[in-house]
């Protein structure tokens, strides 16, 4: 069965059950693009709730909502944050409209949730209006984007959290590791001795840095321009209106939400977009290379590095049996790839907009959500499926460093450049140690050679 219900294009059919109007079953019709629904991002669509709430309760306290009205679309929006009504969210994240297809399916299911908790059947938006109640005193061009900057929000804190955990289990690995001597490489060539604690330390460390990039760059989404209407002159908004409701939007989320002191420069402005998207990348460059380091450390077993362990995950081959491969390394340097990608969308859809407004938010949104998701996911996947079970080759690893030609960097200071020199490259000709070579011209004896050679002093490892 249908409702029929109209807009100043005329009437459409719209299913009797389904919580959201004619402007969502229109868009609907319109852009089956991506075959993203809003639904698929459901911070998203609580953050969305939140900014109808704060709207109702600011319109309210200033007089141009009664209490009645207010209270239903308030109660509408807690059980949407609640996670009730997902599905009524069939909106494609492609659209075109900057955003207005995403902002009128939230004001038409809250304004039919309300409708139903005030006694009234969906549609009779007499009693309560997605567009006179629900928007009241905004416009798609504040509304939206301050639903989307509460989403990244919300979406970086799963970030952030699953990314500390992966810096928690590579700092495990580093104290696990501490005493297993490996060489260092520079231009995949030997160079010095490290231990290999100090690798996944190193690794910890670069990661932990992004944890604070990314939370530094979310809060420039703090910044909302509701009360700015369509271009940012607050025409339509009541005075008063833009400070009162990021105060309740602060209050009601926990984060420091604060009125743009330029309405019509915040309206036409994703600066906080490119910012937080940028380090999103700046976090993938860093994955896929220590992913990539991981291919080559564990490679072989038999013709290559091998010095240590990833977890078997799956068979790796169709035709070569026992061939086991990194796949989940493989799988985190594709995704850093699609969120590369997702970046270099974000800065051209930022850089499209025009005049007062970027129509391009959608794109924008979609991208910067999807990536957010993409690396919540792959480094969970990380951590659990690959970097929990790295196991080390300890005698493998110390014999690749005895072997070296790169441990006669440690003999430098004491026996001269070009006694060190004469040594490497006769190592190199003959295929002999560097070890055996010092000893057998008699510029060291066993004890000193020793003592220099000793993992502590070579890796600085007390």
Partial sequence: ?????????GDLNVPADAYYGIHTQRAMNNFNISGTKLSRFPEFVKALAYVKWAAAEANCQLGAMNNKTEEAIVEACKKIIAGEYLDQFPSDMLQGGAGTSTNMNINEVVANIALEGMGYKKGEYEHCSPYDHVNLSQSTNDAYPTGVKLGILFYNEKLTEALQKLVDS???KGKEFAHVITMGRTHLQDAIP?????EFDAYAATLEKEIDYLKYNANQCLEINMGATAVGTGLNAIPGYAGLCAGILAKITGYAFYPATNLVEATSSTGAFVAYSSAMKRLTTKLSKMANDLRILTSGPRCGIYEINLPPRQAGSS???GKVNPVIAEVVSQTCFKVMGNDLTVMMAAEAGQLQLNVMEPVITYSILESQNLLTNVIDCFRANCVDGITANV??????VMNSIGIVTALNPYIGYNNSTAIAKEALETGRGVYELVLEKGVLS????DKILNPENMTGVR
């Fill in 1 to 9: 069965m249908n409702r029929i219900e109209n807009d100043l294009i």
């Fill in 194 to 198: 490290l231990t290999l604690g100090q």
């Fill in 170 to 172: 590579l700092k495990n």
């Fill in 395 to 400: 005698e493998h690893c110390k014999d690749l």
């Fill in 446 to 449: 066993k004890e000193e050679l």
């Fill in 319 to 321: 035709i070569m049996p």
